[in-house]
Nanobody, 119 residues
Framework: QVQLVESGGGLVQAGGSLRLSCTASGRTFEIVTIGWFRQAPGKEREFVGSINWRGRGTEYLGSVKDRFTISRPVAANTVVLEMKGLNAEDTGDYYC????????????WGQGTQVTVSS
């Protein structure tokens, strides 16, 4: 089992920045990938980006690629989502999720953290 907890959400003005964290506990040695997802009000959840747990590869949604950065500090059970140049379309609940060695999909999810961008 892996437990994930997101933190760092809040209210920010358009053009501002936020830093979200996803802290993992439990069988973290089984984690292969951490993904970030978001869900805006009335919309389906969408993939934002992901990072290999060893920190050697990242992927991003096209619309955030030049503004968001996902990283994992060395030897930390935390993945960070740095968001810059935020706009109203970035508003939503942000979730992190984990893929494990034995599961080829995002089987473990955090409770989410809310991001609101005011214009």
């Amino acid at each position: 089992q892996v437990q994930l907890v997101e933190s760092g959400g809040g209210l920010v003005q358009a053009g501002g920045s936020l830093r979200l964290s996803c802290t993992a506990s439990g069988r973290t040695f089984e984690i292969v990938t951490i993904g970030w997802f978001r869900q805006a009000p009335g919309k389906e959840r969408e993939f934002v980006g992901s990072i290999n747990w060893r920190g050697r590869g990242t992927e991003y949604l096209g619309s955030v690629k030049d503004r968001f950065t996902i990283s994992r500090p060395v030897a930390a059970n935390t993945v960070v989502l740095e968001m810059k140049g935020l706009n109203a379309e970035d508003t939503g609940d942000y979730y992190c999720a984990a893929k494990l060695l034995t599961v080829q999909h995002y089987g473990y999810w955090g409770q989410g953290t809310q991001v609101t961008v005011s214009s």
